[in-house]
C-alpha cells in the first residue's frame, strides 16, 4: 500500500507510531477497585483503600483520550478493577472512548441491559464477562451474556476456579463452548478454609483445572488457558525451574506497547511491584505531556515476572505476540498501522 493512500485510510498519522508488534499501545485501566459484589473469595476490593481514585467527566476524558489518538493513534483499552460499569456516567464514557479506540470491559454483567444497547453501539468493544455465583444464578447471566454476543459484541465467560466451585465447570463450559463462545478459567488467589491459593489446590484439583485449560476444540483458548493455569498454578516438577520468571535487565515492550492506569491515574510500565510501582512510573495520564516510552528497555525488577505475556525482545515473541490480539476498529484498521510501521521501518 503506498502512503498517500494509506493516509487517506489512516485519516490521520500518529506523532509517536508503534512499528513494533503489537503495532497497537494497549492499557490495563483499573479505573476503580470499587464494586457492587462483595465475593467471598475477592481481594480486589480491598485495595480501594489504597487509591485516591480520581473521576473526571466525559468532556475532560475525550481531550484526555484525543491526545493519545494523536500520538499513538487507535489504542486498546481494558477495564478491570473492581467493576467499572458502576464509575459515574460510565456508559456515555464508554461510547466516547469507542469513536477512536477499542476496548474491553471486565465486567460482573450487572448493569442495565437496556440502558446499555441504548447508550452503547456495537464495533469495537469486546465484553469479558465475570459470573460470580455468590451474587446471580447462572441462567440469568447467561441469557444476557448470550443476548450481548449475538447483537455485536462479541463476548466471553471468566470463572475463578474457586475450590467449592469447580464441580460446576465442566457444566458451564460445555454451554458457552456449544455456542462457539469462550470460556476462561481464572486460578484462584486468595485464602479458603485456611490454606493459600493457588499453591493448596490438591492433586485432584490441578488434573480437573488441567483437562478444563486443554480440552476445548479451539486451540487459541487452550493456549490462553493452559499459559495461565501455568503461570498461576506451577506444577511440582517445574518448581526449580521458577528463577526463569526473573527477567532483570532483560529489554522488554511493557512501557512502550503497554501500560496500567491506576485507578489514582498513575501509568506504569507492568503490575510488578507494589502496584506496578517497581516496574517504574511512566507519569500521570491527566499531564498534557504524559508519553509511553519510545523504545523497549530494560527490565528493572529483580522479582518473578508477574505477567504470561511479557513483550520480552528475542524472546519466544512467537508465543506472547498472538495473546496480544484485540478486537479491530470499524475505522481505524490495525492492518493500517502494520503497513505504516513497514514504510517507517523501511526508511531507517
Not at 26 to 31: A, G
Request: charged share 30%; aromatic share 14%; hydrophobic share 30%.
Amino acid at each position: 500500500m503506498k502512503l498517500e493512500e494509506l493516509k487517506q485510510k489512516m485519516k490521520v498519522l500518529p506523532k509517536h507510531p508503534r512499528i513494533y508488534p503489537p503495532y497497537k499501545v494497549h492499557w490495563n485501566w483499573d479505573i476503580s477497585f470499587k464494586c457492587n459484589y462483595k465475593c467471598s473469595y475477592c481481594e480486589v476490593v480491598r485495595r480501594d483503600e489504597e487509591f485516591n481514585t480520581q473521576i473526571a467527566d466525559t468532556d475532560k476524558w475525550r481531550e484526555v483520550w484525543n491526545r493519545i489518538f494523536d500520538n499513538y493513534w487507535c489504542t486498546h483499552i481494558r477495564f478491570s478493577g473492581g467493576e467499572p460499569t458502576i464509575y459515574p456516567n460510565f456508559l456515555k464514557f464508554l461510547g466516547m472512548l469507542l469513536e477512536k479506540h477499542t476496548v474491553d470491559i471486565t465486567t460482573n454483567l450487572s448493569f442495565d441491559l437496556n440502558d446499555f444497547i441504548d447508550k452503547v453501539k456495537p464495533g469495537g468493544l469486546s465484553i469479558s464477562a465475570s459470573f460470580h455465583p455468590e451474587f446471580v444464578d447462572f441462567e440469568t447471566f447467561f441469557e444476557k451474556l448470550k443476548y450481548l454476543h449475538f447483537h455485536g459484541f462479541p463476548s466471553t465467560l471468566s470463572y475463578v476456579g474457586y475450590p467449592p466451585h469447580l464441580e460446576k465447570i465442566p457444566e458451564y463450559k460445555k454451554r458457552l463452548e456449544d455456542l462457539q463462545m469462550y470460556f476462561k478459567i481464572i486460578p484462584f488467589i486468595g485464602n479458603y478454609n485456611g490454606k493459600k491459593y493457588p499453591e493448596s489446590y490438591d492433586a485432584r484439583e490441578k488434573r480437573l483445572l488441567e483437562g478444563f485449560a486443554t480440552d476445548s476444540k479451539d486451540q487459541h483458548l487452550n493456549d490462553m488457558n493452559s499459559k495461565w493455569l501455568e503461570w498461576r498454578v506451577e506444577k511440582e516438577e517445574n518448581q526449580q525451574k521458577k528463577e526463569s520468571k526473573i527477567k532483570l535487565g532483560k529489554l522488554c515492550r511493557m512501557g512502550q506497547m503497554y501500560a496500567i492506569i491506576h485507578p489514582d491515574l498513575e501509568v506504569t510500565r507492568c503490575c510488578a511491584g507494589y502496584h506496578g510501582r517497581e516496574s517504574g512510573i511512566l507519569g500521570n495520564l491527566l499531564d498534557e505531556n504524559f508519553l509511553l516510552n519510545d523504545d523497549a528497555e530494560s527490565c528493572s525488577v529483580s522479582r518473578d515476572c508477574p505477567c504470561f505475556k511479557g513483550m520480552f525482545v528475542g524472546e519466544d515473541e512467537d508465543k506472547w505476540e498472538p495473546l496480544w490480539e484485540a478486537l479491530d476498529h470499524p475505522v481505524y484498521k490495525l492492518e493500517y498501522m502494520r503497513e505504516y510501521a513497514k514504510i517507517l521501518k523501511g526508511k531507517k
